[in-house]
């Protein structure tokens, strides 16, 4: 059995899919990119973007009954790997300890010009 997550705390889905799905004890998280969920607008520089992000991201863990404890995998499309060292900082502060497992890559493109993008899963 699924259920679907959304919360207006968080940006609305750019397609044809759901801010998150909670399959059984398992939440997975769509690739959050940094649309600030009361203005529509992105912020500026890998750092506030990466900050945006997890902000999205906490606000759907929050919406699910999650936390990043919870946090198992994540997956991090960045614009350029040159964003890796700044992003992580910011990502850092969000797992000061047990971390989950990560993915990080360098793609061509992300959706409306955002420098990076997190999808994430989480467990209970």
Known sequence: MKKIIHTDNAPK???????????????????????DPATGKIPEGITAQTEQVMKNIEAILKEAGFTFADVVKSTCLLASMDYFKPMNEVYAKYYPTDCPARAAFAVQALPVGALVEIETIAVK
């Open 13 to 35: 889905a750019i397609g044809p899919y759901s801010q998150a799905v909670l399959a059984g004890n398992t939440l997975y998280i769509s690739g959050q990119i940094p649309v």
